[in-house]
Structure formats: C-alpha cells, structure tokens
C-alpha cells in the first residue's frame, strides 16, 4: 500500500507514530511523511522518519508544504495516487471547538482512503466493518483484505438496522432470520463474509437493531480499529445525512477510524 502520513506539527503526533508503525512494516510498500508550516517542520519530518524505523525495503520520502495541513495533505493524496492517508487530530481541543474539526472535515472529504488516528490505540487484532448493506461494502471488505491478512486481524461485519422506519410496520425481524432472508443487504453481508472468509480471514457477522451510531461506538469498544462502510447514496438530502452519520461516529468512536472512499451506488 502507498502510505500518506502527516507528521508535522499535531496535537496527536506521538499517537499517529505509535499507532502507523507495526501497521506500516506489514503493509506499506511505500510511505510518505508530509508537514505543512514550511522548511522549519522538516527537523520533525526527520524524527519521525527514525521513529518509524521502516526497513529498507519500504522506501519513504519527506515532504514539506508551505501551507496548512489539510492543504498539504489535500495535494500529497492527489500527487502519488496513495491507497492510504493516516492523520491524528490537527488542532487542540480549543481549536476544534472555535474553528471545527480540521481532521474530520478532511477524513469525510479526501476522494482516498482516510485513517483517523484516535481514542485507544494498540495492535490491530479485531477490525469492525459498520456495513451500510449496500454494495460499497463489498469494496470496503474487499479493502480490508490488505490490513487484516498481513496483521492476522480478524474482522466483525456489523449491519445496524434504524428501529425509527419499522415503527409503524411489522415488528423487526430477528437478527439471524434477517442475515437468513431474502433482503439484498442481507446478500450483500453473506457476500462480503464469504468474500474475506475464502482469503482465511477469521469472519463474524452482527446484525443490531436499533440507533446506528450507538451500536457502532458500542461495538468499536471491542474492536482495534472501525471502518465505516459505505451507503446508497440517491439524493443531496441522502448525502447530508450519511455524512452527519459519519461526522457522529468520527466524534464519538472510542478507537481509530477507516473512512472508506465513497461509493456512490445507483
């Protein structure tokens, strides 16, 4: 994988080095550290270089912007075509209060892969996927496949079925009669599960019931690292709120988060 870390001046500098490097020496096969605030970042650029200790078979290189971080990232993910971009949180949290959240903005927002490097962290064991249901998730496995193999992570396939639209119908359907039935979310679960479960990837399916955004944080606090996996996105209003939805996760997950590339499914 083609790894874009930013490791110039952040809050969360030390977290972001602790937590990329073991991930870095089993899946990067190249590795750039880039820092906005010009030249005199470049010292910090370094240190980061020798912490990271990559083999020499994992080139990295240094680059420094003379603008802000999320510009300098912004044009870094552009430029090398990076199938991964690792960011902590930019800004103290006086700052993020004033000015909002720099970071998330940029993990919602990058057209690549964004892991945002927060709450608890330590090695990748367990991995949640949040599946939206839709096909995207099926990308989002499929993605996966390249972090949890080379780590021998295992990883927990979570659909959250909203109570609020089954208010008025049926009562909801258990969670193994669903995953069993004949919904294309459903098929698109079992695919994703036998997709990674053929690659020898230890493979659990959950499906809840209920507030989406609590029964994925609630799942995260059992898990090393969250992917958030994509939805069916048909409409402006659609896009509004999955992107509230991820807004919500990305504040509230107590561990790092994956923000897959968006997929847009017709």
Do not use: C
Request: glycine share 8%; aromatic share 2%.
């Amino acid at each position: 994988m083609r790894i874009v870390i930013y490791a110039g001046p952040a809050p969360s500098y030390g977290a972001v080095i602790a937590f990329s490097a073991p991930l870095l020496h089993q899946v990067a096969r190249a590795v750039t550290l880039v820092s906005g605030g010009g030249a005199g970042n470049e010292a910090l650029l370094r240190t980061a270089q020798a912490e990271l200790d990559l083999p020499p078979t994992i080139p990295s290189i240094l680059r420094i912007h003379a603008g802000d971080a999320v510009g300098a990232l912004t044009w870094e993910a552009g430029l090398h075509a990076a199938d991964l971009v690792i960011i902590g949180r930019l800004q103290p949290s006086l700052q993020r209060i004033i000015l909002g959240r720099r970071s998330k903005r940029l993990a919602q927002r990058l057209d690549v892969a964004v892991l945002r490097v927060q709450g608890r962290i330590g090695p990748i064991r367990r991995i949640l996927l949040a599946s939206g249901g839709d096909a995207g998730t099926i990308a989002h496995a499929r993605y996966l496949l390249r972090i949890a193999k080379p780590l021998g992570a295992s990883i927990t396939l979570l659909h959250a079925i909203s109570a609020q639209p089954l208010i008025f119908e049926n009562a909801p359907p258990h969670a193994d009669e669903f995953l069993n039935g004949p919904s294309p979310e459903a098929a698109v679960l079992r695919e994703a599960a036998a997709l990674l479960r053929a690659q020898e990837v230890e493979t659990e399916v959950v499906v809840q019931i209920g507030s989406v955004v609590d029964a994925v944080v609630d799942a995260a606090r059992e898990h090393d690292l969250l992917m958030i996996g994509a939805h069916r996105i048909s409409s402006r209003l659609d896009r509004i709120l999955l992107e509230d939805l991820a807004g919500d996760i990305l504040d509230l997950s107590p561990i790092p988060v994956l923000v897959g590339k968006r997929e847009e499914v017709a």
